[in-house]
């Protein structure tokens, strides 16, 4: 079955700290991977996502994420953390088949808490 | 500037009524998307369309209609048969199957 894992309930990093969140997926072939983030009471917004090429995907507020396909991982990174990245961060594959339609599955989500 | 559009951001009904939550895209896409939050989960679908006049029960649609008579909008209707309403709802849209989905800012819905 297609699925998505976030480890990571909550984590917490101090400003200017390197910040990694885990995503690992179960998928029959090469997905389609997404990384979200949602501000509290708001809609999610699409930082970065993988479709085929290189490995490792640059997105938006300086995040980047790599696909390792060994592992069925795409993690996201960002070299140092500003206290506004504080969120709730979800991790998509796609296209899943289902009743002859395709959509995305999403993992939980991971709560990021920055400290001053 | 294109994007979705949900109305209105916060809702208030009584057990029992109907409401209906607006969903309105201007990106020409034609996939559209409705999905539930509840604190400290991630998102559950409830119904998803992938052309007009059709439409798809998701993961959780018991409770819910939906109805899909323009490209642009993607109406959800929460009935008085669905046991848990009060929660956060998102509406989203992609190009095509599989692809990124954009997202709305949400309603809140709040059943007492």
């Known amino acids: 079955a297609q699925s998505v894992t976030q480890p990571d309930i909550h984590i917490t990093v101090s400003e200017g700290a390197s910040l990694e969140l885990r995503c690992n997926y179960s998928?029959?072939?090469?997905?389609?991977l997404f990384w979200y983030v949602q501000s509290p009471g708001q809609g999610l917004q699409l930082l970065l996502k993988y479709f085929s090429g290189d490995t490792l995907v640059q997105g938006i507020k300086g995040f980047e994420a790599e696909f390792k396909r060994s592992q069925s991982s795409f993690n996201l990174r960002k070299p140092s953390v500003h206290w506004s990245d504080a969120a709730e961060y979800f991790c998509?594959?796609?296209?899943?088949?289902?009743?002859?339609?395709?959509?995305?599955?999403f993992g939980a989500g991971t709560r990021l808490a920055v400290h001053p | 500037d294109g994007g979705i559009t949900q109305s209105p951001k916060y809702l208030f009904r009584k057990e029992g009524q109907n409401v209906t939550l607006s969903c309105e895209q201007n990106?020409?896409?034609?996939?559209m998307y409705w999905y539930r939050q509840d604190p400290g989960q991630g998102l559950r679908l409830i119904y998803y369309s992938q052309i007009v006049n059709d439409f798809q029960k998701g993961d959780i649609a018991e409770g819910y209609s939906v109805s899909r008579e323009k490209k642009e909008s993607f109406p959800l209707t929460v009935t008085s048969a669905q046991k848990n309403p009060t929660a956060f709802y998102l509406c989203?849209?992609?190009?095509?199957?599989?692809?990124?989905?954009?997202f709305g800012p949400g309603t809140r819905l709040t059943v007492t």
């Open positions: 998928y029959g072939a090469t997905p389609y």
């Open positions: 989203a849209s992609s190009m095509d199957r599989g692809y990124e989905q954009y």
């Open positions: 998509a594959v796609g296209p899943a088949f289902s009743g002859g339609y395709n959509k995305l599955i």
């Open positions: 990106l020409n896409h034609d996939a």
